[in-house]
């Protein structure tokens, strides 16, 4: 198999942030996600770039009565009352007219008309499976609930990415959430890079400690753990449920660090390299989110990643994939 190029969103709006910033508090990036998503479609179609949007099942809610009528009856029952979204409902407007915050039908539609692209579930409420108090059952009924909801816009889901990342692919405590999934007929999900500096698990005593994401940001301008792209077919042997692992967050455009874009952008096309030279998968991912401010910039970014992927697609047959194109190839 040759090498693939995979790019998936976490597609959330206030959803993904509510437990840490307000509307207002992050109001520029929030306020351009349909924009962004709008310029996400024309450029990937540009240069033929499948992307994969793991999307909130909130968001697929056409008014509040919907939302509510297709919310799990057993929510996650968080020790920390501040991760649970359903406390928001009373405040969110009552549909994507009054509230794009919190609702996105016609982003999700502007998707699926593409035909190109995935969309795939980012869990129905922003699903925080390693927080203390959540179960695997009520893990169970919020994915139920993000195929209904998604169902009923004839969109069939197939595979995840676990809000903040919290999964880890060989670690025992997590197996009932990836057993989870299977039974609802996930077939993949994005695991984390290898390096310890990625896995941080909620179980582990330095878990939170700021040196690790300090290492990460370091990480995303200089090598420090390797280029973080996987024989796919090799890690996937026997595996029922398909791991496409993370390779890179591609950060959004900062001011203050401008004059180090050029090597973050060069960190990403480097291991695109070495995956295309190598029949190797490179997995990018990022939330439309982080583009909503500078919006320019970050498109300018993302448009050197394009213009790289042809130059590999054309010397090195490298492939671009959703998560669940990908996976069936594997299976295959
Ligand atoms: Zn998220």
Not at 152 to 159: L, R, V
Not at 193 to 219: M, P, V
Not at 314 to 321: K, L, N, P, R
Request: glycine content about 4%; overall charge positive; some cysteine.
């Amino acid at each position: 198999m040759k090498g693939h190029f995979v790019i998936s969103l976490d597609y959330e709006i206030h959803w993904g942030v509510f437990d840490k910033k307000s509307v207002q508090d992050y109001h520029e990036n929030l306020s351009s996600v349909n924009f962004v998503i709008d310029r996400l479609l024309e450029l990937s179609n540009r240069y033929d770039v499948k992307l994969t949007f793991s999307t909130v099942g909130l968001l697929f809610a056409e008014n509040k009565e919907d939302l509510i009528l297709h919310s799990p009856k057993q929510k996650p029952s968080y020790s920390n009352r501040k991760f649970n979204p359903y406390n928001l409902i009373s405040d969110i407007g009552n549909s994507e007219r009054d509230d794009p915050f919190h609702y996105a039908l016609s982003g999700i539609q502007k998707i699926k008309n593409t035909k190109n692209h995935e969309l795939g579930t980012h869990t129905f409420c922003h699903f925080y499976c390693h927080e203390l108090g959540q179960t695997a059952e009520q893990f169970s009924c919020d994915l139920k609930a993000a195929k209904n909801i998604a169902n009923k816009h004839n969109i069939e889901i197939k595979s995840i990415v676990f809000p903040r990342n919290m999964i880890e692919a060989d670690n025992i405590v997590d197996k009932p959430y990836l057993d989870v999934c299977e039974k609802h007929g996930i077939t993949s999900f994005r695991g984390k890079e290898k390096s310890f500096i990625y896995n941080i698990h909620t179980t582990k005593a330095y878990h939170g400690w700021y040196i690790f994401k300090l290492l990460r940001l370091l990480d995303s301008y200089v090598n420090l753990t390797g280029q973080n792209t996987y024989n796919v077919e090799y890690i996937n042997q026997n595996k029922s449920i398909i791991n496409l692992p993370s390779s890179r967050l591609l950060r959004a455009f900062s001011n203050r660090l401008k004059i180090m874009e050029p090597l973050k952008i060069r960190r990403v096309t480097k291991a695109m390299t070495h995956a295309a030279q190598n029949n190797e998968m490179f997995h990018l991912w990022w939330h439309p989110h982080n583009f909503g401010a500078q919006i320019n910039e970050n498109f300018n970014n993302l448009e050197t990643i394009f213009k790289h992927f042809k130059l590999l697609n054309s010397v090195y047959g490298f492939e671009s994939e959703t998560m669940t194109g990908l996976s069936n190839k594997i299976k295959r």
